[in-house]
């Protein structure tokens, strides 16, 4: 019931987002609720409220259609009979959920195919192609999974459709840097990955694009990118932001015709007759060139030398090296860490370059670097669920720290909802993934139904709490607390995990301790005393494990 509702939460196509169908039914705007959620509504309930009590209604009809077996033949009679006082317009909840229950759910039940057509693809047999994507973010047709998946023609990156979604992002972004700053950033670092340009079909490109002040053109009616044209400044009103972008190794082995893309747009951006106050490309470019050749180097390579701005590890590599530091121990402060991550990002990409390790170039960016971005493209992860959000975002943080003597803003955007784009800062998006999913009791309950590897997932989620706080420090003290009250103080849980996997609650102890001998942690005495005592512990059965296993 839970992916059904999930996969219907923004529209597919044409058929409306469940919710909103659910608000029409009840007789509400559902775009002006959403758009003003602090506003009072009638009953002097606020938006906040409403958009809540429509996830309730919303998550009891599909408890109920589940009750019926999903044969539901009138749907009309249905939304009546199981939604009090819809005074509104029902006609499109009952399309949203006809589609559910024909389309989705039939798909969600093929979901199996996928270990067949594994077995298949094992013995050489013909596995089925579909699209590639992600299904909650308006893509619900693309299951059934199993699928020898196709992603994206890497041609037509960024889609008119991206482009949109791209300058909502950018101008949020700017905004809230506005807001908290009070003036426009000059320059600005983002994290790119290749599935999520793959997912999104190059959200994060038309941001960029977008940022410094350029747009795609594409070809007659096709798809196909065939260009790029400045937009003008009377257009933009505002600076062309200088943008620095970090891409995975994935996205240089997959979309070389992108890295080309950007570029050409800052050259394009550099080569403008515009004031720089303006024009921080061209200033930034400008100021550079003249610093090389005073040092010796001929004008044409100098021009060369400050226009590249897209970095990434070694050719053939793949990854940041903070994981692998910080798993050593081998580190005493954050600038170690900002050190490592600049070793195996500082290699150049562009037009005329691939791969040519740049620490002087790549450090020379991240000294002017004021911002931090890093994108989320579904609600299906967050930012603590893999290590590679503080290997990439948590490492870059940490240089620009490093190399320009200030804190960064750090931000995240999220496109879960492609029409509701939304930015938040570092702190906040840590404190909702925190309360939202790491200390609430329903995601470890959750885990318990997975045995091993389900205790395993909490130790690996703590090891990434940990990676985030060495590199940006955004974890505070109540955290610490909380997570140490809620894995291993609550007695079910800490038994739990020494039954399935002992490993893990030595692993997450271990980490815990290292957090408050580090400082990292300011912990309260009897915290840390519980925490050594059960260290102790955790190291006696562990010995006693491995003795009983030699005697076996």
């Given at each position: 019931?839970?992916?059904?509702?999930?996969?219907?939460?923004?529209?597919?196509?044409?058929?409306?987002?469940?919710?909103?169908?659910?608000?029409?039914?009840?007789?509400?705007?559902?775009?002006?609720?959403?758009?003003?959620?602090?506003?009072?509504?009638?009953?002097?309930?606020?938006?906040?409220?409403?958009?809540?009590?429509?996830?309730?209604?919303?998550?009891?009809?599909?408890?109920?259609?589940?009750?019926?077996?999903?044969?539901?033949?009138?749907?009309?009679?249905?939304?009546?009979?199981?939604?009090?006082?819809?005074?509104?317009?029902?006609?499109?909840?009952?399309?949203?959920?006809?589609?559910?229950?024909?389309?989705?759910?039939?798909?969600?039940?093929?979901?199996?195919?996928?270990?067949?057509?594994?077995?298949?693809?094992?013995?050489?047999?013909?596995?089925?192609?579909?699209?590639?994507?992600?299904?909650?973010?308006?893509?619900?047709?693309?299951?059934?999974?199993?699928?020898?998946?196709?992603?994206?023609?890497?041609?037509?990156?960024?889609?008119?459709?991206?482009?949109?979604?791209?300058?909502?992002?950018?101008?949020?972004?700017?905004?809230?840097?506005?807001?908290?700053?009070?003036?426009?950033?000059?320059?600005?670092?983002?994290?790119?990955?290749?599935?999520?340009?793959?997912?999104?079909?190059?959200?994060?490109?038309?941001?960029?694009?977008?940022?410094?002040?350029?747009?795609?053109?594409?070809?007659?009616?096709?798809?196909?990118?065939?260009?790029?044209?400045?937009?003008?400044?009377?257009?933009?009103?505002?600076?062309?932001?200088?943008?620095?972008?970090?891409?995975?190794?994935?996205?240089?082995?997959?979309?070389?015709?992108?890295?080309?893309?950007?570029?050409?747009?800052?050259?394009?951006?550099?080569?403008?007759?515009?004031?720089?106050?303006?024009?921080?490309?061209?200033?930034?470019?400008?100021?550079?060139?003249?610093?090389?050749?005073?040092?010796?180097?001929?004008?044409?390579?100098?021009?060369?030398?400050?226009?590249?701005?897209?970095?990434?590890?070694?050719?053939?590599?793949?990854?940041?090296?903070?994981?692998?530091?910080?798993?050593?121990?081998?580190?005493?402060?954050?600038?170690?860490?900002?050190?490592?991550?600049?070793?195996?990002?500082?290699?150049?990409?562009?037009?005329?370059?691939?791969?040519?390790?740049?620490?002087?170039?790549?450090?020379?960016?991240?000294?002017?670097?004021?911002?931090?971005?890093k994108n989320e493209i579904s609600i299906e992860s967050d930012i603590y669920d893999i290590?590679?959000?503080?290997?990439?975002?948590?490492?870059?943080?940490?240089?620009?720290?490093?190399?320009?003597?200030?804190?960064?803003?750090?931000?995240?955007?999220?496109?879960?909802?492609?029409?509701?784009?939304?930015?938040?800062?570092?702190?906040?998006?840590?404190?909702?993934?925190?309360?939202?999913?790491?200390?609430?009791?329903?995601?470890?309950?959750?885990?318990?139904?997975?045995?091993?590897?389900?205790?395993?997932?909490?130790?690996?989620?703590l090891d990434n709490v940990f990676g985030w706080d060495a590199t940006a420090d955004v974890?505070?003290?109540?955290?610490?607390?909380?997570?140490?009250?809620?894995?291993?103080?609550?007695?079910?849980?800490?038994?739990?995990?020494?039954?399935?996997?002992?490993?893990?609650?030595?692993?997450?102890?271990?980490?815990?301790?290292?957090?408050?001998?580090?400082?990292?942690?300011?912990?309260?005495?009897?915290?840390?005393?519980?925490?050594?005592?059960?260290?102790?512990?955790?190291?006696?059965?562990?010995?006693?494990?491995?003795?009983?296993?030699?005697?076996?």
């Amino acid at each position: 019931t839970n992916m059904l509702r999930q996969l219907v939460r923004i529209k597919n196509g044409e058929v409306m987002s469940i919710n909103q169908g659910v608000a029409e039914a009840l007789g509400y705007n559902y775009d002006e609720v959403v758009d003003r959620p602090d506003d009072k509504y009638e009953g002097g309930a606020t938006g906040h409220m409403l958009i809540e009590s429509w996830t309730e209604t919303a998550k009891k009809l599909v408890e109920q259609l589940h009750r019926h077996d999903y044969q539901v033949h009138d749907f009309a009679r249905f939304v009546s009979h199981h939604m009090e006082g819809s005074t509104g317009n029902p006609d499109n909840l009952k399309k949203t959920l006809q589609f559910m229950v024909r389309e989705v759910k039939c798909r969600i039940d093929r979901l199996t195919e996928e270990l067949d057509v594994a077995i298949r693809g094992c013995f050489g047999h013909f596995v089925p192609p579909g699209p590639g994507g992600c299904p909650t973010r308006g893509n619900a047709l693309i299951l059934p999974s199993g699928r020898n998946f196709y992603a994206v023609d890497p041609a037509t990156l960024p889609t008119r459709a991206s482009w949109d979604v791209g300058k909502r992002m950018a101008n949020d972004l700017l905004k809230r840097h506005l807001d908290d700053e009070g003036k426009y950033p000059e320059s600005i670092a983002i994290v790119l990955y290749s599935g999520d340009q793959m997912k999104t079909n190059g959200d994060d490109i038309a941001e960029i694009l977008c940022l410094m002040g350029v747009r795609p053109l594409w070809l007659g009616n096709t798809s196909r990118v065939s260009g790029l044209e400045v937009i003008s400044l009377e257009e933009l009103s505002r600076p062309r932001i200088d943008v620095t972008c970090r891409i995975s190794g994935l996205f240089r082995d997959t979309f070389p015709n992108l890295i080309e893309m950007l570029d050409d747009a800052v050259n394009m951006v550099a080569a403008l007759e515009e004031p720089n106050d303006k024009n921080y490309i061209r200033k930034h470019v400008q100021e550079e060139t003249e610093a090389w050749m005073a040092k010796g180097i001929c004008k044409e390579v100098a021009e060369q030398e400050s226009t590249l701005r897209v970095f990434g590890c070694p050719p053939g590599t793949y990854g940041g090296g903070v994981d692998i530091l910080i798993d050593s121990k081998k580190w005493e402060t954050d600038e170690d860490l900002a050190d490592i991550s600049v070793n195996w990002s500082s290699h150049a990409y562009g037009n005329n370059v691939h791969g040519e390790k740049r620490p002087d170039l790549y450090t020379r960016r991240l000294s002017k670097t004021e911002v931090t971005v890093k994108n989320e493209i579904s609600i299906e992860s967050d930012i603590y669920d893999i290590d590679d959000e503080f290997i990439y975002h948590g490492g870059m943080r940490a240089a620009v720290k490093k190399h320009s003597g200030k804190t960064p803003r750090s931000y995240y955007g999220n496109s879960a909802d492609p029409e509701r784009t939304r930015i938040a800062d570092i702190r906040e998006e840590t404190a909702r993934v925190v309360r939202a999913r790491i200390i609430n009791p329903r995601w470890i309950e959750g885990l318990k139904r997975h045995g091993f590897k389900g205790a395993q997932d909490v130790s690996y989620t703590l090891d990434n709490v940990f990676g985030w706080d060495a590199t940006a420090d955004v974890i505070e003290d109540w955290m610490y607390e909380e997570m140490s009250a809620h894995f291993l103080f609550d007695d079910e849980n800490r038994k739990w995990m020494d039954e399935v996997n002992p490993h893990a609650t030595h692993h997450i102890v271990e980490r815990l301790l290292e957090a408050a001998q580090r400082g990292m942690w300011d912990a309260k005495k009897e915290t840390l005393k519980r925490l050594r005592q059960l260290f102790l512990e955790c190291e006696g059965n562990l010995e006693g494990l491995e003795s009983r296993k030699g005697n076996a």
